[in-house]
């Protein structure tokens, strides 16, 4: 490692510590925001011990900073002097020599220096995750040089992701791994529902890069506007209040506990594993948008009962039309109903069904005598068609299909609404630590951070549910 890389670390370390800090700051006063909002006078007991625990932590963070730039202030030390001593050893003094008549010019070409790892050398990662594995378990040099070369290139390409990656590890040799970013990119190609909604059907805003919260403020009572009823009468005024609507950045993580043994003598199992965690994790994320308790879509979505016990394509169009119109009420110039997400059994459904009647509100670009269109996009690959009303639809199986029995759900969401906040860079990481040294075992775990919410106004999200949506039966 040379100075400029001893420095760096150092300096990561040092904003590690003074992140932790503002980390624990923010908590503290996000626990007494609460407790004000909600009236009370005093802290709960759990309240109170957290809130000690972050002070204490605060504290700690302190002395850590305090080491971490004396440590510095040595290195840009080191540094000054080593480039005091390059200006010295390059110093030319002028002597009476004759110059060279015959003096040549040299030429130098700069190309183009490829990455470490890279998808069409390494296209699944597993070069990526074998020396990740064998830096930490045998401590091999050809490993470890691979992976300083691979993180020299992420300061430089993402320094900002890097600093996060590494900025709370305690691992004495690599504090954090970034994963190459075309690997996040390609996700994985195992079986899983993945994120098609999230995808699709979402606003995407950058994460802010510190806090444990996202804050809207919402204006829950209008102002108003009337005739006035005589001349020089003021009319009865409104104040304008507004509610916060504080949203949680959440955590999502999986982790592996992989043996020596599968990586010395396995074969194709560390394709399996890195592709396998970063399937879950976008899995996990869009399932969590769609079904978690209190703020997915499940919950926040105004229902709309369909009670059919010989459910049609034309009558289940007729029920998307109803939470059209409960969107738009709900919403009205502030936005519009954009998409209809669906199970793909009901997409398929839907797809089986025959008319012989046409609509008679007819879309452009919608043929008048078809239901809808389709395209040949794949599962999670976006966009799977366009209803005559000009929906968009997203298939998503992350939607539940056990619902009273065997019903499913089917949802009319104004994409604009959808908000979720995510990481500008990548949200997945890969650590790699020895705590299971005798047991020759190394830990790889992935997370990211992240946060959403679907209840800026009510109404906006408008849900099918109902007797209309059990299990489909295809014509035969």
């Known amino acids: 490692m040379n100075i400029q890389e001893l420095r760096a670390r150092i300096e990561v370390e040092l904003e590690a510590a003074v992140q ?20 009370r006078s ?49 110093d030319v003094e002028p002597t ?34 074998r020396d990740v594995c064998r830096s930490f378990l045998y401590q091999d040099v050809q490993a470890a040089s691979r992976l300083s070369q691979h993180m020299a290139e992420e300061r430089v390409e993402r320094a900002q992701y890097m600093e996060r990656a590494v900025g709370d590890s305690t691992t004495a040799n690599w504090s954090g791994l970034v994963v190459p970013q075309y690997l996040v990119d390609m996700v994985a190609p195992a079986v ?6 999230a995808d699709a059907a979402t606003n995407k ?28 009468v003021t009319p009865t005024g409104i104040s304008v209040d507004d509610t916060l609507l504080t949203i949680p950045v959440q955590t ?27 399937s879950r994790y976008v899995t996990d994320l869009d399932n969590q948008l769609v079904n978690q308790a209190s703020t997915g879509l499940v919950t926040v979505a105004t229902d709309n009962v369909w009670t059919q016990a010989s459910p049609t394509g034309a009558g289940f169009y007729g029920q998307i039309q109803k939470a059209a119109s409960g969107v738009e009420a709900a919403m009205l110039a502030m936005g519009n109903p954009t998409h209809v997400v669906m199970h793909s059994r009901r997409w398929y459904w839907l797809s089986a069904q025959l008319s012989n009647s046409f609509p008679m509100v007819n879309w452009p670009n919608i043929p008048a ?72 075992g190394v830990l790889l775990v992935i997370y990211g951070y992240y946060a959403y919410t679907f209840q800026r106004y009510a109404g906006a999200v408008q849900r099918l549910s109902g007797t209309g949506l059990v299990t489909p039966v295809f014509p035969t």
């Open 96 to 129: 009476s020599a004759r110059p060279n008549p015959q003096r040549r010019t040299a030429q130098a070409s700069i190309g183009r220096e490829e990455r470490t790892y890279r998808p069409d050398t390494d296209p699944s990662g597993k070069g990526f995750l």
């Open 20 to 39: 932790r800090q503002r980390k624990a700051r923010a908590e503290i006063q996000l626990i007494h925001d609460t407790a004000s909002q909600e009236g």
């Open 192 to 197: 899983a529902n993945l994120r098609p909604f």
């Open 369 to 440: 005598q078809a239901t809808a269109v389709g395209n040949f996009n794949g599962y999670a690959a976006g966009v799977r068609g366009v209803l005559p009303n000009g929906l968009l639809v997203v298939v998503d199986n992350n939607i539940p299909t056990n619902v009273a029995g065997s019903q499913d759900y089917t949802f009319v969401v104004p994409d604009r609404e959808m908000h979720l906040w995510e990481d500008p860079n990548a949200p997945a990481f890969i650590r790699a630590e020895q705590p299971n040294a005798p047991g020759l």
């Open 252 to 278: 999502a993580t999986g982790w592996q506990n992989v043996s020596r043994q599968a990586i010395d003598r396995g074969t194709g199992i560390e394709d399996t594993i890195l592709q396998d965690m970063f």
């Open 42 to 90: 005093d802290l709960t007991k759990e309240e109170r011990e957290r809130t000690s625990a972050l002070f204490d932590n605060i504290d700690l963070a302190k002395a850590q900073e305090d080491g971490i730039k004396g440590k510095l202030a040595n290195v840009v030390r080191l540094e000054s002097e080593e480039h005091e001593f390059d200006v010295r050893a390059h």
């Open 205 to 232: 805003h950058p994460l802010p890069p510190d806090g444990m919260s996202v804050n809207i403020s919402r204006v829950t009572t209008a102002s108003g506007v009337g005739l006035q009823s005589a001349e020089l």
